[in-house]
Nanobody, 118 residues
Framework: QVHLVESGGGLVQPGGSLRLSCAAS????????MGWYRQAPGKQRDLVAL??????NYGDSVKGRFTISRDNARNTVDLQMNSLTPEDTAVYYC?????????????WGQGTQVTVSS
């Protein structure tokens, strides 16, 4: 079983920056993909960014502003968020796809609130 813990959320002014981090813990697994989704009140959960084997995939609304990075040795993933706007306000969830034995499965963190407001 994989446990994901996010950190780094908070309140920031428009145009500001935040860095989110997620650490995976557990045993008996190999990490395939790590990344972030977000969910604003009343909206569906949307892709922010994913990273797998060095390849990255970003949601259209964050391209050019957010950067995802991963430390494979520590099983951590970071999300650097720049030029934040009120539309980025949401709960941000860490997501990981891991392999345990012959099975691959996804896991979610508890989420961290990001609020962009003046």
């Amino acid at each position: 079983q994989v446990h994901l813990v996010e950190s780094g959320g908070g309140l920031v002014q428009p145009g500001g920056s935040l860095r989110l981090s997620c650490a995976a813990s557990g045993s008996g697994f190999s990490m395939i993909t790590m990344g972030w989704y977000r969910q604003a009140p009343g909206k569906q959960r949307d892709l922010v960014a994913l990273i797998s084997n060095g390849d990255t995939n970003y949601g259209d609304s964050v391209k050019g502003r957010f950067t995802i990075s991963r430390d494979n040795a520590r099983n951590t993933v970071d999300l650097q968020m720049n030029s934040l706007t009120p539309e980025d306000t949401a709960v941000y969830y860490c997501y990981a796809v891991v392999r345990m034995g012959s099975t691959a499965s996804g896991s979610w963190g508890q989420g961290t609130q990001v609020t962009v407001s003046s």
